[in-house]
C-alpha cells in the first residue's frame, strides 16, 4: 500500500507538471512544474526503497529528499509537511483518518512556521486547512479529495500576501495558487489510494 | 573560494542566479580584500535558476569562521532554503549563523566592509540591515 501510495502521488504531481508550471507562470516565477518534477520524479526512483520502512522513516526520508532536490520555496514547505508527518506517525501500528488527522495537524503547524504564513494568503495551506478539517470530521475520502480540488480553485479570487505573486499585488487575483493546486493534486491521489485499500 | 584567514565574520551571499551571487561576491570582496572569508552559491540542483539546500551549506562551510557567518539572499525561496540550510548544521555552528534582512548586494558590500574590520556578526548583521540608499 505505501507503494502504491508513493508511486501514485509521484506521477500524479509529474503528470501536473505542464499545468503547475502555466499556474506560476502567470502569477510567480514559472518554475513550479519543474521543481515539482524534480523532487517527486526523485522520491518516484527511489519508492522502492522508501517503501520497504516503516512509514514514519519512509515520510521523513521523503520530506528530506523534497528539501534537497525542489530547489525552490515549495522543497522546504513540502519536505517539512512530509517530514513533520512522518516523526507523528512513526511507531504507529494502528493508522486510521483520525491519526492521520492529528499528524496533519501537526504538519499544517509546521508549514505555517517555516513559510511564516497562515490560510487565507494564497498558498498551499489553503488546501491543507481545509482537508485537515475534513479528515478529522471523518468525512469519506471522495469528498476530501473532492475538498481539495475545490479549495485551490477558491484561491483564484484572493490576492497573494506570500511569495513572488504578492509582488503583483491586485494583479496576483484571478490566478489559482500553484503551491494550493499541487496540493490538491496529491490529495486527490493520496485519498484514491488510501480509499482503494480500505 | 577564500583563502582568508577566519579571525574575521564570514560572509555568505545565495541568489537565484549563480552569476548575481559571483558579482555581488566580487563586489564585497573590493571591500572587504582578504580579510573576510566570502562564498557565494546560486542556481537549482539542476543548474537552472533557484535555490540548493546542499550548495548552500558548502558555502556555509567554504566561509565558516568562529567568529560567526552572515548569510544575504535575494527572493523567498533563497531565504527558505537558507533557513533550512542553518537547521541541518551542527547545532554548535547553527547558532554562528545569522540571515541578514537586507538588499542581497548592498548588504553584501556593507556587511563584508564591517566584517573586514573584525566586527561581531552582531555588529556585521545590523550594518546590513541598516543599510538604506542615500
Ligand atoms: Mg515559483
Known amino acids: ?143 476530501v479529495a473532492a475538498a481539495a480540488l475545490a479549495a485551490a480553485e477558491a ?44 | 573560494m577564500s583563502q582568508a584567514q577566519a579571525d574575521c565574520v564570514g560572509i555568505v551571499i545565495v541568489s537565484h542566479s549563480p552569476e548575481v551571487a559571483r558579482g555581488a561576491a566580487d563586489m564585497a570582496r573590493q571591500m572587504a580584500g582578504d580579510e573576510a572569508p566570502i562564498a557565494w552559491c546560486g542556481g537549482d540542483p539542476d543548474g537552472g535558476l533557484g535555490s540548493d539546500v546542499g550548495k548552500i551549506i558548502e558555502a556555509i562551510e567554504a566561509a565558516w569562521s568562529e567568529q560567526g557567518v552572515a548569510i544575504l539572499v535575494d527572493l523567498g525561496g533563497a531565504e527558505t532554503n537558507s533557513e533550512v540550510a542553518i537547521e541541518m548544521l551542527d547545532p554548535g555552528r547553527a547558532e554562528k549563523v545569522r540571515i541578514c534582512n537586507a538588499p542581497l548586494v548592498e548588504g553584501a558590500v556593507m556587511a563584508a566592509a564591517e566584517a573586514s574590520g573584525g566586527a561581531s556578526l552582531t555588529e556585521v548583521v545590523r550594518t546590513a540591515e541598516e543599510y538604506s540608499p542615500a
Open chain 1, 1 to 143: 500500500m505505501l507503494s502504491d501510495l508513493i508511486k501514485e502521488v509521484c506521477e500524479a504531481v509529474i503528470a501536473h507538471e505542464a499545468e503547475l508550471t502555466a499556474l506560476d507562470s502567470a502569477i510567480g516565477d514559472g518554475d513550479h512544474g519543474l521543481n515539482m518534477k524534480r523532487g517527486f520524479s526523485e522520491l518516484l526512483a527511489k519508492s522502492d526503497e522508501l517503501a520497504g520502512q516503516e512509514v514514519g522513516a519512509a515520510l521523513k526520508a521523503a520530506g528530506m529528499t523534497l528539501v534537497m532536490k525542489v530547489g525552490g520555496a515549495s522543497g522546504p514547505l513540502y519536505g517539512s509537511l512530509f517530514m513533520s508527518l512522518g516523526k507523528e506517525l512513526a511507531g504507529k501500528t494502528e493508522i486510521d483518518q483520525s491519526v492521520i488527522a492529528e499528524a496533519l495537524a501537526v504538519a499544517q503547524a509546521a508549514v505555517m512556521a517555516r513559510g511564516k504564513s497562515q490560510p487565507g494568503q494564497k498558498t498551499m495551506l489553503d488546501v491543507i486547512a481545509p482537508v485537515q478539517q475534513k479528515l478529522a470530521e471523518g468525512a469519506a475520502l471522495t469528498d
Open chain 1, 155 to 198: 484561491t483564484a479570487p484572493i490576492q497573494a500576501l506570500k511569495g513572488r505573486a504578492s509582488f503583483l499585488g491586485e494583479r496576483s487575483i484571478g490566478h489559482v495558487d500553484p503551491g494550493a493546486r499541487s496540493s490538491a493534486v496529491i490529495t486527490e491521489a493520496a485519498c484514491r489510494v488510501l480509499e482503494r485499500s480500505g
